[in-house]
């Protein structure tokens, strides 16, 4: 049998030498990652600064300093309870919450092959927004059930009925999208028809504006609950990080890579679908981080999930601490829900990503 | 040449399916196929579109189950031997792979090493040496930084059985990798693959090709395996006319002496022997 | 969820109040120092408010009021040297009080942030709203509270109304002016001025006695509008328009509903046929139909509306939106209604 030689022009480069390479890039990846985590402590110890109430910096930072056990508080009990009580919590739930969306919209849109895929695209958010409205204005569950409770119940039933609609209709990627937009669909009339028939316009305003996505109100409970599932499912994912890597040629070629498609998928779904539900009964949907905040990691850290994830995770969580201050100061004395800033921002910065990815495509 | 008859499997077959029946929307799409390459061998598999090449190729990757029936690696069933097991023996080529995200050639090639990693390791040096290795083999050393979206359909192809070489496999599953290559690439690729120590199994359309490079070929027509052995032994006009309904002159004038058919035109051609009257390759 | 009794709080509310007691010998009006007496052993004021134990040490000096109606009774018993800041106004402020209102800075004219009213460190927080300390309102009551901040709820949104209940968002027992009156004695003995509380609410009960003197409106049936066009709010039985329909013993077209302000269409308004429009003129813009005037215009061009007796004979009656909450104003509306009533010979 003939063989036909080898094209000529074919170089055989010789790999570069194993142990530099990877040293230097553990080297740079161990800067990148300090400069990162850096930047993030410092957006938040700069946002807890900002406000409507003129408290100083250093006043700031003693407050800070005396609840974790360095130094005395000197303020009066009021002051010291707007920033430990009002402006740190919600400034590191926007930290936990940028980063949460955001990990939730990348694994999505690597799962579902999607890149308009985001956390709320399996019907999370519109779960949740029944459950409040349920539980707002129909005062379903007495006073024992909060406003939080109630739209995470709602949330885990949106999700639920999903799982229960794809796998009735074969569990396949599209599949699992489109029971999700008929969720989405059912629960957002079932909101909607709740705050028609029963809600005065009182009800009405205080539960919409929460819906949008709002981090007014959050207390420090809600940052260890949510600190605590982004954790879990941020290690979860990881986990699956070459997993997910696998699923850019389409669940058959995963499946070729040795990927167990069936069960990565269930997990990463069930997964992400926990954490957008804590976020989400927390501080209600807040749009556009996870959907566009995975496409800005990529532009500067590739594909590859195992950077991709953490990359992406202290992106959003910069990147809502940002937005959230503007949100609270922008509008002073009035507060504009965090979802429609995100929005607005938003817009403009999926614009110029999609502009700048085109031009390399 | 009759197909392989099942076989107990014994350790060291490679890949081998038996008997693999399976059905579609109440259509059977494969009938009893059995297929053993030989190790080491490039076998062609030839057949009309619809013959069931693609389904038994998915079904040799383990991407679908075998339905009835059963594909053995090394006498150990697919599903004893475990996914990642069998991914880093068996590497397969899709005709059509594509992806939305914007990955280099580089990162595509690297998808390979996924059934060798471990959940939480880095990329160690192997793994590079094994992706450096097939860019080399593959003529794409130079391009390892270019974006997959700016590939033509060929490069795309060659990027792809990159892929698979950084696998590391021992058994090659390809369907019509040839589709989208220019004559220079499709020689080419080819010739690779026949000089690779693997087993390879490559869907292909052209019979002149599959004369060129294979080993043994496999026809199959209606999901049902018709033909096997040699190209000399399988390649023949009745083979032509009985399988593709078309008319052929067959000589062996091909390198080595290996058939080369040379089409005629003028319509379809019935087949010489009815459906109830068929004799059997 | 029950108050958190932590000695962080006692211990922040016992510095409050001697500061406050240490601080209280500024000026304000002359009857202060009747006030002032009484205040030492008049506190700590306690009180059941909307399924919560309140307790304020001292008389406030520097609370917020985040809602109109609360903030109007504030002034109105003369407390706007104690008021610190106040916020969600959706009317002129009520004839006779603007002097005293000019006075206390406004912190928003809609609903302000948390820590737009914390910066003011109030001691004392009073809303009309539940919502307004719920989620998506200024903050929780829990919030205001773990910071020593005692907080106070109208009863007119909680009492009777089952907002945390198992119905749906709607009075189960009418409201009636005792509602208001309550809130009112409540805020007067939080400030420790209870005789100025008894004095405004025997002066609500003259001006209610007089507007209704001899009027028998019980043939008589009223429609309130609120706003909106399309899909127009209109008062169901119980809540404040309940109560100037009840002082006036006529009846709401709209008995049968108890949803406090349900979206009706025209067509079953064709249907029942009021006899007098009470029509609501709010200030604000937000929705359709919001002044008087816009609201004529609609009912003398819609053909579904230009037809009702009410409108070809003009009986319309102006309210502002105050007078349709339950607060002190309300009272304004029974006056207004029933001078209406008189003039289309209706009071007969």
């Given amino acids: 049998m003939t063989r036909t030689e080898p094209a000529p022009d074919t170089e055989t480069h010789p790999p570069p030498p194993a142990g530099t390479a990877v040293g230097t890039r553990i080297l740079r990846d161990g800067l990148l990652w300090s400069a990162g985590i850096a930047l993030l402590l410092l957006s938040v110890a700069v946002a807890v600064t900002i406000g409507p109430a003129r408290i100083s910096v250093p006043d700031v930072w003693s407050v800070v300093a005396s609840h974790l056990g360095l130094g005395e508080g000197r303020l009066t009990p009021i002051r010291d309870g707007i920033i430990w009580n009002l402006r740190m919590p919600r400034t590191l739930l926007a930290a936990v919450c940028g980063a949460g969306l955001a990990v939730c919209g990348t694994v999505m849109q690597s799962l579902l092959r999607n890149p308009l895929a985001d956390p709320f695209v399996l019907g999370v958010s519109s779960g949740a927004s029944t459950g409040a409205v349920v539980v707002v204005v129909l005062g379903v569950g007495g006073g024992a059930v909060s406003v939080s409770g109630g739209a995470f119940v709602g949330a885990l039933c949106s999700f639920a009925l999903v799982l229960l609609l794809s796998h009735t209709l074969g569990g396949s990627t599209d599949r699992v999208v489109l029971s999700g937009v008929a969720a989405m669909q059912l629960f957002s009339a079932l909101t909607s028809f709740v705050v028609m028939t029963a809600a005065d316009a009182e009800q009405t305003r205080g539960v919409l504006f929460w819906l949008l996505g709002s981090l007014s109100g959050v207390g420090w409970g809600d940052v260890w609950t949510c600190s605590a599932v982004l954790a879990v499912t941020l290690l979860i994912c990881l986990a699956h990080a070459r997993t997910l890597d696998a699923f850019a040629f389409g669940q058959d070629a995963a499946a070729a890579l040795g990927v167990h498609v069936a069960r990565t998928r269930i997990v990463l779904l069930c997964a992400t679908a926990l954490l957008t539900a804590a976020l989400v009964s927390s501080a209600g949907a807040i749009g556009f981080v996870g959907l566009v905040l995975p496409h800005a990691a990529r532009a500067l850290t590739g594909s590859g999930h195992r950077r991709l994830l953490p990359v992406t995770a202290l992106a959003g969580a910069v990147f809502l601490v940002w937005v959230d201050t503007l949100a609270r100061t922008v509008l002073d004395p009035q507060e504009v829900p965090v979802g429609v800033v995100t929005s607005l921002i938003g817009v403009p910065v999926f614009v110029l990503i999609l502009h700048r990815t085109r031009r390399s495509a | ?281 | 969820m029950p108050p958190i009794a932590s000695t962080v709080r006692r211990t922040a509310l016992l510095i409050a109040g001697l500061v406050l007691l240490t601080a209280c010998g500024g000026g304000g009006s002359t009857s202060d120092g009747a006030a002032r007496e009484r205040s030492a052993d008049g506190f700590p004021v306690t009180l059941e408010n909307c399924g919560r134990t309140v307790t304020v040490d001292a008389a406030p000096r520097r609370a917020v009021s985040l809602n109109q109606g609360s903030t109007e009774i504030l002034l109105a018993l003369g407390l706007a040297d104690r008021l610190a800041g106040t916020a969600t106004w959706t009317d002129p402020v009520m004839k006779g009080l603007e002097k005293d209102e000019a006075k206390v800075p406004r912190l928003a004219e809609n609903q302000p942030s948390s820590e737009k009213v914390l910066a003011e460190e109030p001691d004392f927080v009073s809303a009309s709203f539940e919502s307004t300390l719920g989620k998506g309102g200024v903050a929780s009551r829990d919030q205001f509270e773990e910071l020593g901040v005692p907080t106070y709820l109208s009863p007119t949104d909680c009492a009777g109304k089952d907002n945390a209940g198992s119905s749906d968002g709607s009075r189960t027992a009418p409201l009636t002016m005792d509602g208001v009156y309550g809130e009112v004695r409540d805020l007067a003995q939080v400030f420790g001025v209870p005789e100025r509380g008894e004095k405004l609410i025997r002066a609500l009960r003259e001006r209610i006695d007089r507007a209704t003197a001899g009027v028998d409106a019980s043939d008589t049936t009223l429609l309130y509008w609120f706003a909106n066009a399309e899909a127009p709010y209109l008062a169901g039985c119980c809540g404040a328009p309940g109560i100037i329909t009840g002082e006036l013993g006529a009846k709401n077209v709209f008995d049968d509903t108890h949803e406090e302000w349900p979206q009706i269409n025209w067509e079953t308004v064709a249907d029942r046929n009021p006899d007098v429009l009470v029509i609501g003129d709010l200030t604000r813009k937000s929705q359709t139909a919001e002044s008087a005037k816009k609201k004529i215009e609609f009912l003398e061009s819609n053909p579904a509306t230009k037809n009702l007796d009410a409108v070809r004979h003009k009986r319309y009656v102006l309210l502002s939106g105050q007078a349709m909450n339950p607060t002190i104003r309300t009272v304004e509306g029974v006056e207004r209604v029933a001078a209406g009533l008189r003039s289309f010979g209706l009071a007969e």
């Fill in chain 2, 1 to 281: 040449m009759t197909p392989e008859t099942h076989r107990k499997g014994t350790p060291g077959d490679g890949l081998r399916a038996t008997r693999i029946t399976r059905e579609a929307g109440g259509r059977i799409v494969l009938d009893g196929v059995s297929v053993a390459p030989p190790s080491g061998a490039t076998v062609g598999l030839l057949g009309p579109n619809g013959s069931g090449k693609t389904t038994l190729l998915r079904v040799m990757a383990g991407v679908l189950g075998p339905g009835a029936g059963v594909v053995t690696l090394d006498g150990r069933t697919l599903a004893e031997t475990g996914r990642r097991a069998v991914a880093r023996r068996v590497a397969v080529v899709d005709q059509h792979a594509d992806t939305q995200i914007d990955l280099s050639v580089l990162d595509v090639v690297r998808l390979g090493r996924i059934p060798h990693r471990r959940p939480w390791s880095a990329s160690g040096p192997e793994d590079e040496a094994a992706v450096h290795g097939a860019l080399a083999r593959t003529g794409l050393a130079d391009r390892a930084a270019q974006s997959w979206h700016t590939l033509s359909g060929g490069e795309r192809q060659r990027v792809q059985i990159a892929r698979a070489l950084a696998q590391q496999p021992r058994e090659l599953l390809l369907d019509e990798p040839t589709n989208h290559l220019d004559i220079q690439h499709q020689l080419e690729l080819l010739s690779l693959i026949a000089a690779l120590p693997v087993t390879a199994v490559v869907a292909l359309h052209d019979l002149n090709l599959a004369a060129m490079f294979c080993d043994r070929v496999v026809v199959m027509k209606e999901g049902r395996v018709v033909a096997g052995g040699t190209p000399s032994e399988v390649i023949t006009e009745e083979l032509v006319a009985e399988v593709y309904r078309v008319r052929a002159v067959v000589t062996p004038d091909g390198p080595d002496g290996r058939p080369s058919v040379r089409f005629l035109p003028g319509g379809a051609v019935h087949a010489r022997y009815g459906h109830d009257e068929r004799a059997g390759p």
